[in-house]
């Protein structure tokens, strides 16, 4: 069993900056043998895929988000990062972290609103 836990959600404002973290716990398997990935769910739509990092380390992002959004993971702190930078309105959503093993594992997701 993998616990994952979001954090660094919260307000901001069009135009800002904000930076997710993701720590897993708990599994069996090493960190490093997991895929990890960034989704988001907004009020009234399907959770879509955000950004996904390999355990080698390649990543891809949905074309909304390229170019201001980075995946990066520490292997060392077993801990996935998604840093957001020149955030929009319609990235307004509830972020959830992923895990991808032999079962896939999800975090309990952190509110990310941008709003002035």
């Known amino acids: 069993q993998v616990q994952l836990v979001e954090s660094g959600g919260g307000l901001v404002q069009p135009g800002g900056s904000r930076r997710l973290s993701c720590a897993a716990s708990?599994?069996?398997?090493?960190?490093?043998?997991?895929?990890m990935g960034w989704y988001r769910q907004a009020p009234g739509q399907q959770r879509e895929l955000v950004a996904r990092i390999t355990s080698s380390g390649s990543t891809n992002y949905v074309d909304s988000v390229k170019g201001r959004f980075t995946i990066s993971r520490d292997n060392a702190k077993n801990t996935v990062y998604l840093q957001m930078n020149s955030l929009k309105p319609e990235d307004t959503a509830v972020y959830y972290c992923?895990?991808?093993?032999?079962?896939?594992?999800w975090g309990q997701g952190t509110q990310v609103t941008v709003s002035s």
């Open positions: 708990g599994s069996r398997s090493r960190f490093t043998t997991y895929h």
């Open positions: 992923n895990a991808e093993g032999r079962v896939i594992y």
